[in-house]
T-cell receptor, first 112, second 114 residues
Framework: KNEVEQSPQNLTAQEGEFITINCSYS?????LHWLQQHPGGGIVSLFM???GKKKHGRLIATINIQEKHSSLHITASHPRDSAVYIC??????????????FGTGTRLQVTL | NAGVTQTPKFQVLKTGQSMTLQCAQD?????MSWYRQDPGMGLRLIHY???????DQGEVPNGYNVSRSTTEDFPLRLLSAAPSQTSVYFC?????????????FGPGTRLTVT
């Protein structure tokens, strides 16, 4: 079993829909990261959080440390949101917090 | 700032050839790392470095070498390419290994070994 599991693996939505991508992890962490990868493109950090909720524009990330679960929400989705969204966790082991363990990603396609 | 740069963007090698993937960052980051990305799998750590002259192995180090002679540069060397090394390679950096910091990724190198 992977230490970081994402669901769904693939997601198709219509423009304007509210989207939720889930991430569950089985290890102790010091932080959780949400990353975005456009087709053929590089990887960009969206959020890093260790508690509560963060918001940037139409994107919202939440984390529940007790349940070892995080969600990424996209409000009023747009075709430009089409990308792979990757959840990654920072090690809790002392002195190694930048060593990340990655989920396999959620491929999102937003259509008109 | 250019951020994290990688060259080349694409490369085709024959089995047994060697090559170096270049990575550089201009943010004075202490921690740099190399990952490979394969279909259906999460990114996997190959090697990492916490400063000039200090490197260590990650999850999948076999067949790869690294060195870090300056803070800015962290090249990845494939010693004798094999088809199993066909992958997309990403270099990343962050301020430090010891605390969680935002990670910055390069644009990636798509490598095909025939």
């Amino acid at each position: 079993k992977n230490e970081v599991e994402q669901s769904p693996q693939n997601l198709t939505a219509q423009e304007g829909e509210f989207i939720t991508i889930n991430c569950s992890y089985s290890v102790g962490i010091s932080a959780l990261h949400w990353l975005q990868q456009h087709p053929g493109g590089g990887i960009v950090s969206l959020f890093m959080l260790s508690s509560g909720k963060k918001k940037h524009g139409r994107l919202i990330a939440t984390i529940n440390i007790q349940e070892k679960h995080s969600s990424l929400h996209i409000t009023a989705s747009h075709p430009r949101d089409s990308a792979v969204y990757i959840c990654a966790v920072s090690s809790q082991e002392t002195g190694t917090a930048s060593k990340l363990t990655f989920g396999t990603g959620t491929r999102l396609q937003v259509t008109l | 700032n250019a951020g994290v740069t990688q060259t080349p963007k694409f490369q085709v090698l024959k089995t047994g050839q060697s090559m170096t993937l270049q990575c550089a960052q201009d943010m004075n980051h202490e921690y740099m790392s190399w990952y490979r990305q394969d279909p259906g799998m999460g990114l996997r750590l190959i090697h990492y470095s916490v400063g000039a002259g200090i490197t260590d192995q990650g999850e999948v180090p076999n067949g790869y070498n690294v060195s870090r002679s300056t803070t800015e540069d962290f090249p990845l060397r494939l010693l004798s390419a094999a088809p199993s090394q066909t992958s997309v390679y990403f270099c990343a950096s962050s301020y430090s290994l010891g605390f969680p910091y935002e990670q910055y990724f390069g644009p990636g190198t798509r490598l095909t070994v025939t």
